[in-house]
């Protein structure tokens, strides 16, 4: 998110827009919001021209999209963490438009790390902010 915000363009943002659009009207979980989902994080990939980038981000969201991962969700997913989530794009997407890379980057490990907070505390493992909480982030590797 860092790097598209230097260089995301005006289409880019209205595609961000439409699918975000898109996510609002939807009910969660379904296989719909997970490839949502995908396409938003995708589509934020997609805007530095990296089809390596597009293809690994896409692969990690295609490990969620199986049958075990359907199921468990309807457990720990409902509209209200769907909404959050969906606030968290919109926090990323309103950074990648002002060109804030600083803030894309704070608003896409935010949203990272409460997806993580979301998945883990449903699996008794506490607090996965918490654990993390005064840790030095890892690396970030650039794929240019």
């Given at each position: 998110?860092?790097?598209?915000?230097?260089?995301?363009?005006?289409?880019?943002?209205?595609?961000?827009?439409?699918?975000?659009?898109r996510?609002?009207?939807?009910?969660?979980?379904?296989r719909?919001?997970?490839?949502?989902?995908?396409?938003?994080?995708?589509?934020?990939?997609?805007?530095?021209?990296?089809?390596?980038?597009?293809?690994?981000?896409?692969?990690?969201?295609?490990?969620?999209?199986?049958?075990?991962?359907?199921?468990?969700?309807?457990?720990?997913?409902?509209?209200?963490?769907?909404?959050?989530?969906?606030?968290?794009?919109?926090?990323?997407r309103?950074?990648?438009?002002?060109?804030?890379?600083?803030?894309?980057?704070?608003?896409?490990?935010?949203?990272?790390?409460?997806?993580?907070?979301?998945?883990?505390?449903?699996?008794?493992?506490?607090?996965?902010?918490?654990?993390?909480?005064?840790?030095?982030?890892?690396?970030?590797?650039?794929?240019?």
């Open positions: 998110a860092e790097e598209a915000a230097q260089h995301v363009k005006a289409e880019h943002i209205r595609i961000l827009d439409k699918l975000l659009g996510m609002d009207r939807q009910r969660h979980p379904t719909t919001t997970i490839s949502l989902d995908r396409e938003f994080h995708t589509g934020v990939a997609a805007i530095l021209g990296n089809a390596v980038l597009v293809r690994v981000v896409g692969e990690l969201f295609d490990q969620r999209m199986n049958p075990y991962f359907e199921r468990l969700s309807s457990y720990f997913e409902d509209r209200t963490t769907w909404q959050a989530a969906l606030e968290e794009h919109r926090a990323v309103d950074a990648l438009a002002a060109h804030d890379a600083s803030g894309a980057k704070a608003a896409m490990r935010h949203h990272l790390r409460l997806s993580q907070e979301r998945f883990s505390r449903n699996f008794g493992e506490g607090s996965a902010v918490a654990k993390t909480a005064g840790k030095k982030e890892p690396p970030i590797i650039h794929t240019e």
